[in-house]
């Protein structure tokens, strides 16, 4: 089944310890992102991947990293989360290096900074 | 600032009923696509209206595009309770390698 799978699913965890997301797609798809949703904020772009090892910033990136070894996967960290880092997470793929396709969202992970 | 800003925030309905949502933006766009999240969930594409589209149709969602106002309007005609969730537009402005999504329409449909 074409996916997009993200995990942990949830997380709560303290401020400073580091943490990843992991997020992987088995389509073969070449562009990657990381949103956050956040309530009245709609969701905003955290960080792109155009294709393996091409990455840029999106919207919001301060706090968070990622990379991109292989194309199937795209992981975000949180070298050292805060509070204001508690959102649902999405990662999402589209198969073209642009943006311009159908964008495939995972589950969403939710995570809580204490 | 957000792209694309749906209209109304919250839109309740009876089952049979057509519902409307309304998506304004700011930028010339590429593209507009439109999107459904049941409560926490992932989103779900329904619809992409490229810009020199002027109406899109898929099953009983219908989707018009107006560039001269930077508007965009999402029809889901006869609705079923099935449809409550929340509808997001989402533009990919010229230039831009990025989605910009608006907050949402949150969509109940009473059976």
């Known amino acids: 089944e074409a996916q997009v799978t993200q995990n942990p699913r949830y997380l709560i965890t303290v401020t400073g310890k580091k943490l990843t997301v992991t997020c992987s797609q088995n389509?073969?798809?070449?562009?990657m992102s990381w949103y956050r949703q956040d309530p009245g904020l709609g969701l905003r772009q955290i960080y792109y991947?155009?294709?393996?090892?091409?990455?840029d910033k999106g919207d919001v990136p301060e706090g968070y990293k990622v990379s991109r070894k292989e194309k199937r996967n795209f992981p975000l960290i949180l070298e050292s989360p805060s509070p204001n880092q508690t959102s649902l997470y999405f990662c999402?793929?589209?198969?073209?290096?642009?943006?311009?396709?159908?964008?495939?969202f995972g589950p969403g992970t939710r995570l809580t900074v204490l | 600032s957000q792209q694309g800003e749906e209209d109304p925030q919250a839109l309740s309905i009876q089952e049979g009923e057509n519902a409307t949502m309304n998506c304004s933006y700011k930028?010339?766009?590429?593209?507009l696509q439109w999107y459904r999240q049941n409560s926490g969930r992932g989103l779900v594409h329904l619809i992409l209206?490229?810009?020199?589209?002027r109406e899109k149709h898929s099953g009983r969602l219908r989707v018009t595009l107006d560039t001269s106002k930077k508007s965009s309007s999402l029809l889901i005609t006869a609705s079923r309770a099935a449809d409550t969730a929340s509808y997001f537009c989402?533009?990919?402005?010229?230039?831009?390698?990025?989605?910009?999504f608006g907050s949402g329409t949150r969509l109940q449909v009473q059976p």
């Open positions: 991947s155009m294709n393996v090892e091409v990455t």
């Open positions: 209206i490229r810009s020199n589209e």
């Open positions: 930028t010339s766009i590429n593209n």
């Open positions: 989402a533009t990919l402005g010229t230039g831009r390698r990025a989605l910009t």
């Open positions: 999402a793929s589209s198969l073209s290096s642009g943006v311009a396709d159908t964008q495939y």
């Open positions: 389509m073969n798809h070449e562009y």
